[in-house]
Structure formats: structure tokens, C-alpha cells
């Protein structure tokens, strides 16, 4: 008995679990159940499904059984993981008569995902993106500012050391 069933998947989307049985010897009055379980309300309230794979049927020794079924994710199931439980029961010939047997078996099914928490974390990566560029676009713009005040400066002091000089020359120069 295998179960396929999507690792990942969104409220309200439907997925395909699809169930593989096959008889590795004689089988009679074979039944397979698959039940899907999730949570709603946080927690508070469980959410489940089921479907018959099998429904007292013979197998005999190499019969093979797949079908897809289709679920559907309800809207307001809780965000995370699915569980799937699979009951089965059937008879085995075992000298000199059928034995009945059962068996039962958990299995991890689909994360459901939270599409507004993903919405959200998207658009926290993008102003993160956009801090960070108007972040870079203010150190840019302080150090031009910076550097073109040192050079302001810069140039202000050169012109007033040549206007002194030249100043210093004119009183200096002879009269006549």
C-alpha cells in the first residue's frame, strides 16, 4: 500500500492523493480506508476527510489498484501539516483456513501553506530591498555633500591665501 500525496499546498486548493494497493498474495474481503486530518480555529477544532480505496473486495496474488482522489483544502484550515491515517482489513489464508487481519498506519500528507503570510513576508523582503537602497542612495548623497564641502573649504582658503599675496604685492610695490 502506497499513499502520494502533495508535500505542499495552499487553502482551497484541491490536490490529488493518489493510492496504489497491491496484493502480494491471495487476499479476501479486502477494505482500505484513507482518512486526511488538519486542524481549524488554531487548533481548537479538527478538520478531516475520508474516502474508500477498497470496500470488501478479492484480491487475488498480483492484483494492482491505483486511483487519484481528488480533496479539497477547506478555506479556513489552520496552516501546517496534514496527517493521513490508513485502516485496513483483511483475510489471509493461512493453513487450513482465512485469518483476518487489520493494520493501521499514519502518514505525514501536505503542509498547507499560508498564502497571506507569504504574501507578507514578500512584501517585507521588498521594503527590506527598498530600505536598503534608500539607505545607500543617503550614504552617497552625504558623502558628496561632505566632499564637496571640504572642497568648498578647500578652495575658499586658496583664494583667500592668493588675494592676501596679492594684496601683500600691491602694498609692497614701489611708488612713484
Known sequence: MEVYAPYQGYHGETIAVRVRVE????????????????????????WGTSFTVIDV??????????ETYNITIPSDIDPGLTYGILFLDWSIYRTPS?????????????YVKNRDYEN????????????WNSRITVYIFSATTIA??????????KRKTKLINKTSQDFESPCL
Open 98 to 110: 482465512w485469518e483476518p487481519q487489520w493494520d493501521k498506519a499514519s502518514f505525514r500528507a501536505t
Open 57 to 66: 473486495t478479492d484480491f487475488s496474488s498480483g492484483t494492482i489498484k491505483e
Open 23 to 46: 496484493a502480494l498474495e491471495d487476499i479476501k474481503n479486502m477494505s482500505v480506508t484513507v482518512f486526511i486530518w488538519g486542524s481549524k480555529s488554531q487548533g481548537h477544532n479538527p
Open 120 to 131: 507578507l513576508q514578500d512584501k517585507y523582503k521588498q521594503l527590506e530591498t527598498e530600505l
Open 148 to 157: 564637496l564641502a571640504i572642497l568648498t573649504v578647500y578652495l575658499t582658503k
